[in-house]
Nanobody, 125 residues
Framework: QVQLVESGGGSVQSGGSLRLSCAASVATYTNVCMGWFRQAPGKEREGVAVIDLAGNTNYAGSVQGRFTISQNNAKNMVYLQMNSLKPEDTAIYYC???????????????????WGQGTQVTVSS
């Protein structure tokens, strides 16, 4: 069983920055695809960014160039640095994990078996 615990959410003004952290009970240096999804009220959960053992990363087009995903294998942590935040980034952000490498299907949230409890990110204009 993989357990994920997020932290680092909060409220910020447009243009500001936040860093989300995800502590994983599974070693991130194993064959695991880990990443971040978000869900805004009334909207479907969407993929934000993922990273795998090989260091391959994928980003949603809406966050490319503003968000950076990284991992610290020694601490079993995954991070999401979010810069130039916009009001449309407001959502609950979830850490997710699945075994295997990230692939073209990384956006399909149903493929992820493990989820954190979520952390709220609110960006005001």
């Amino acid at each position: 069983q993989v357990q994920l615990v997020e932290s680092g959410g909060g409220s910020v003004q447009s243009g500001g920055s936040l860093r989300l952290s995800c502590a994983a009970s599974v070693a991130t240096y194993t064959n695991v695809c880990m990443g971040w999804f978000r869900q805004a009220p009334g909207k479907e959960r969407e993929g934000v960014a993922v990273i795998d053992l090989a260091g391959n990363t994928n980003y949603a087009g809406s966050v490319q160039g503003r968000f950076t995903i990284s991992q610290n294998n020694a601490k079993n942590m995954v991070y999401l640095q979010m810069n130039s935040l916009k009001p449309e980034d407001t959502a609950i952000y979830y850490c997710a994990a699945r075994y295997g490498y990230c692939s073209d299907s990384w956006r399909l949230y149903l493929l992820y078996a493990y989820w954190g409890q979520g952390t709220q990110v609110t960006v005001s204009s």
